[in-house]
């Protein structure tokens, strides 16, 4: 009998070897160069589209603004992803308890993924003003349900021939919960959190375009206004590397917090 729950294949195959990012780095490296033969060679203004060398350059020049409104992006990011992710992991504490609850809940978190960012962010803005608050909140608001999701579907994942073992034994529901229900929910969490830190980086400067003093959001629309195509592509850029970084963290953390998930796996595949 096993003592762990099935250990699911979330986010995919991964590649062992050190070779495995060299198929998208090729794409990438072939989209750059035909991006800047393009820019140099059709005739078409700079500064309607700018080559790939002239935003790299630009955006090193202008390189102080940047850092200082990545900053506050990725403090508004980091926060709310942090607040999505203890209200997700509440959430769903909460409806594994019960099925009523879940009959109870589920549609309500469902629904507030229907409500149009672009309504409710001014609103926030309003009700708690331009500072840090309203980011955090609107990171939230769109970012905890992948989460809680994630961890359900890890939850029901449990081997119930554990959880009678562990009832046998003369486990609570607690114990049960802490030592298979949970640690099956772990591979599904970070999934989860995968989802929920690309959404965190969008709703972020997006949420700065709602109201905002400094942040990527603010820089963008600052620079378009001024027509500094050359400049926005640098802050795209930017943020790009930003959301590859943190999706990147969520593996490093993984690793760290569940090793043996990592080991099961590849003994399952051998």
Same mark, same amino acid.
């Given at each position: 009998?096993?003592?762990?729950?099935?250990?699911?294949?979330? /986010?995919?195959?991964?590649?062992?070897?050190? +070779?495995?990012?060299?198929?998208?780095? *090729?794409?990438?490296?072939?989209?750059?160069?035909?991006?800047? *033969?393009?820019?140099?060679?059709?005739?078409?203004?700079?500064?309607?589209? @700018?080559? @790939?060398?002239?935003?790299?350059?630009?955006?090193?020049?202008?390189? /102080?603004? &940047? +850092?200082?409104?990545?900053?506050?992006?990725?403090?508004?990011? &980091?926060?709310?992803? &942090?607040?999505?992710?203890?209200?997700?992991?509440?959430?769903?504490?909460?409806?594994?308890?019960?099925?009523?609850?879940?009959?109870?809940?589920?549609?309500?978190?469902? /629904?507030?993924?229907?409500?149009?960012?672009?309504?409710?962010?001014?609103?926030?803005?309003? +009700?708690?003003?331009?500072?840090?608050? @309203?980011?955090?909140?609107?990171?939230?608001? &769109?970012?905890?349900?992948?989460?809680? *999701?994630?961890?359900?579907?890890?939850?029901?994942?449990?081997?119930?021939?554990?959880?009678?073992?562990?009832?046998?034994?003369?486990?609570?529901?607690?114990?049960?919960?802490?030592?298979?229900?949970? @640690?099956?929910?772990?591979?599904?969490?970070?999934?989860?959190?995968?989802?929920?830190?690309?959404?965190s980086v969008v709703v972020a400067i997006f949420a700065e375009y709602a109201g905002a003093t400094a942040g990527l959001g603010v820089y963008i629309e600052e620079e378009t206004h001024v027509f500094r195509t050359d400049l926005v592509f640098?802050? *795209?850029?930017?943020?790009?590397?930003?959301?590859?970084?943190?999706?990147?963290?969520?593996?490093?953390?993984?690793?760290?917090?569940?090793?043996?998930?990592?080991?099961?796996?590849?003994?399952?595949?051998?």
């Open positions: 009998m096993s003592t762990r729950g099935p250990v699911p294949l979330v /986010g995919g195959r991964r590649t062992t070897s050190g +070779w495995g990012w060299l198929p998208a780095l *090729v794409i990438i490296g072939l989209g750059v160069a035909a991006w800047q *033969v393009y820019a140099t060679r059709s005739g078409v203004s700079a500064q309607i589209l @700018p080559s @790939p060398a002239r935003v790299v350059h630009a955006g090193w020049l202008d390189r /102080g603004a &940047l +850092w200082t409104n990545t900053l506050a992006t990725l403090q508004e990011t &980091l926060f709310g992803f &942090l607040l999505a992710a203890a209200v997700g992991f509440v959430l769903s504490m909460i409806i594994d308890a019960s099925t009523i609850l879940r009959n109870a809940l589920m549609p309500l978190l469902i /629904g507030s993924q229907t409500l149009p960012l672009v309504a409710i962010a001014p609103l926030v803005i309003i +009700w708690f003003g331009f500072g840090l608050t @309203p980011k955090i909140l609107l990171v939230a608001l &769109l970012s905890f349900f992948p989460i809680t *999701v994630a961890l359900l579907e890890g939850y029901q994942a449990t081997d119930p021939d554990v959880e009678r073992l562990l009832i046998s034994m003369g486990a609570g529901r607690w114990r049960v919960f802490r030592s298979a229900r949970l @640690p099956t929910s772990m591979p599904f969490f970070f999934a989860g959190l995968r989802i929920a830190i690309t959404y640098a802050a *795209v850029l930017v943020t790009t590397l930003v959301t590859v970084g943190l999706f990147a963290a969520t593996y490093a953390l993984e690793r760290i917090m569940i090793p043996w998930y990592r080991i099961s796996r590849q003994t399952t595949r051998r």
